[in-house]
C-alpha cells in the first residue's frame, strides 16, 4: 500500500535510523530531505522528487528511482546496486564513491555529477548524459555507454576495461591514463579527447 506523504513525514522526523524498506514512495516529495543512512532497499521510489536531499551512506540497492528527480542530491558513499534509474534526473549529484554496480541509467542525466571513485561496473548508461560528468578513478568495467554523451568528461585513471563506448560522443574528455583495454569504441567521436598515457590495447576502435 501506498504511504501518505503525512506517514512519511512522521518517519523521517522519528529518532533513530529510517527504515522504509520495501515502501511504496512512489511520487512522494522527499527534497531536501535527510535520510542519511537511511534504508530504502527495494523500496518503489518512481517519479519522487529527492532534489538536493541528503542520501549520504543510504542502502538503495535494487529501488527503483525511474523517472525520480535526484537534482543535486547528495549520494556519497551509498548503496545503489541494481538500482533502475532509467531516465532519472541526477544533474549536479554528488556520487563520489557510491556503488552503482549493474544499475541501470539509461538517459539518466548525470551531467556535471561528481561519480570520483564510484563503482559503475556492469552498470546500463546507454543514451545517458553524463557531459562535464566527473569520473575520475571511477570503475568503468564492462558498462555500456553506447551513444552516451560524455563531452567534457573527466575519466582520468578511470577503469574502462571491457566498457561498450560504441557511437558515444567523448569530444574534449580527459581519459588521461584511462584503461581502454578491449573496450569497443567504434564510431566514437574522440574529436579533442586527451587519451595521453591511456591504455587502448585490444579496444575495438
Do not use: W
Not at 542502502?59 to 538500482?83: D, P
Not at 548524459?129 to 558498462?143: C, I, Q, T, V
Amino acid at each position: 500500500m501506498k504511504m501518505t506523504q503525512a506517514e512519511l513525514e512522521k518517519i523521517i522526523a522519528a529518532p533513530g535510523n529510517i527504515c522504509l524498506r520495501g515502501e511504496d514512495l512512489r511520487g512522494a516529495d522527499l527534497r531536501q530531505a535527510d535520510l542519511t543512512h537511511a534504508d530504502l532497499t527495494h523500496a518503489d521510489l518512481r517519479q519522487a522528487d529527492l532534489s538536493s536531499a541528503e542520501l549520504r551512506y543510504v542502502e538503495l540497492s535494487s529501488a527503483n528511482l525511474r523517472g525520480a528527480n535526484l537534482r543535486g542530491v547528495n549520494l556519497f558513499g551509498a548503496n545503489l546496486r541494481g538500482v533502475n534509474l532509467f531516465g532519472a534526473n541526477l544533474f549536479g549529484a554528488n556520487l563520489k564513491h557510491a556503488d552503482l554496480s549493474s544499475a541501470n541509467l539509461k538517459h539518466a542525466d548525470l551531467s556535471s555529477a561528481n561519480l570520483k571513485g564510484a563503482n559503475l561496473s556492469s552498470a546500463t548508461l546507454r543514451g545517458a548524459d553524463m557531459s562535464g560528468a566527473e569520473l575520475r578513478d571511477a570503475n568503468l568495467f564492462f558498462a555500456d555507454m553506447s551513444g552516451a554523451d560524455m563531452r567534457d568528461a573527466d575519466l582520468r585513471d578511470a577503469d574502462l576495461r571491457c566498457a561498450k563506448l560504441a557511437g558515444a560522443d567523448l569530444r574534449h574528455a580527459d581519459l588521461n591514463r584511462a584503461n581502454l583495454r578491449h573496450a569497443n569504441l567504434i564510431e566514437a567521436d574522440l574529436n579533442r579527447a586527451n587519451l595521453r598515457g591511456a591504455d587502448l590495447r585490444g579496444a575495438k576502435k
